[in-house]
């Protein structure tokens, strides 16, 4: 198909109104634009977010607030998101997340979307338009099932961890600018003083199709100091949660024969 339009709305109301028309919902564009250059995005018309006012950056309260239009640059430089710093400059080159965003990076297919990975260790929710309204979602339920027709990422909710508690690990084939074979993020927050795993949340990229929480790997740890022998016992527990395939980057036999090494990194680098 060809492209007969882009539409730039001002609101999300008119995002939502174009894109239950069947136009396909744009951000930066860095997902996008491959698919209308290679001839299949599948849609005459493109829905641009540029002008819809969703590029805000909230943190009050405890709570940041992201719109799905917030670049990962924006998203980097934010004081109140600094601990997303050294996870967002592993995605692509600083060019690319100058155009990159939140929103988009949900709907990224593995082994790239590390920001998503991220979102699901943090329990983020996600503000979504549609037809019928306004809802809310766990990233985890986004990731899983989409959205229905016409339906928008506005927002992404979350939490910013307790110091000390959140962990990530990215293992790739270049030091940057590079898909992921395995990447680890993880909330875990210690008790005391016996200095134990109390609450654990661990997501997965490279390993399946889409992002994926390890339960396994979690309950593994909980209630255990995070020690070189408890997190390998982790990294093997979570290979009962992924599904993991072969691309140019690596083969399902070796995402899965390196992980519990890559999930101890996470911890103990």
């Given at each position: 198909m060809v492209i007969e339009a882009v539409h730039v709305p001002?609101?999300?109301?008119?995002?939502v109104t174009r894109s239950a028309a069947g136009g396909l919902v744009m951000g930066g564009g860095t997902v996008v634009m491959p698919l209308v250059n290679s001839g299949s995005a599948g849609v005459t018309e493109l829905i641009?977010?540029?002008?819809a006012g969703l590029d805000?950056?909230?943190?009050s309260d405890g709570v940041a607030t992201i719109g799905a239009a917030a670049t990962l640059t924006a998203v980097?430089?934010?004081?109140g998101l600094a601990f997303l710093r050294p996870a967002l400059r592993t995605i692509a080159s600083p060019t690319l997340r100058n155009q990159a965003t939140v929103g988009g990076n949900l709907f990224v297919a593995q082994p790239y979307g590390d920001l998503a990975v991220c979102l699901l260790a943090l329990d983020a929710a996600c503000e979504i338009a549609g037809p019928a309204g306004r809802?809310?979602?766990p990233v985890a339920e986004v990731l899983a099932?989409?959205?229905?027709?016409?339906?928008?990422?506005?927002?992404?909710?979350?939490?910013?961890?307790?110091?000390?508690a959140w962990h990530y690990h990215k293992a790739m084939r270049r030091r940057l600018n590079s898909a992921s074979i395995v990447t680890v993020a993880a909330v875990v927050t210690k008790t005391t003083p016996e200095d134990v795993a109390g609450e654990c949340r661990i997501a997965l990229g490279g390993v399946a199709p889409r992002p994926v929480r390890a339960p396994s790997a979690e309950r593994a740890l909980r209630g255990r100091p995070l020690t070189e022998e408890s997190l390998t016992e982790a990294g093997h527990a979570a290979r009962a949660d992924i599904d993991p395939f072969d691309d140019a980057y690596a083969s399902a036999w070796y995402r899965a024969r390196v992980l519990?090494?890559?999930?101890?990194?996470a911890f103990l680098s």
């Open positions: 001002e609101s999300v109301e008119a995002v641009s977010l540029r002008r805000g950056i909230e943190v980097a430089e934010h004081p809802r809310d979602a099932a989409g959205l229905a027709p016409g339906e928008v990422v506005v927002a992404v909710r979350l939490t910013p961890p307790p110091s000390g519990p090494v890559h999930l101890r990194r």
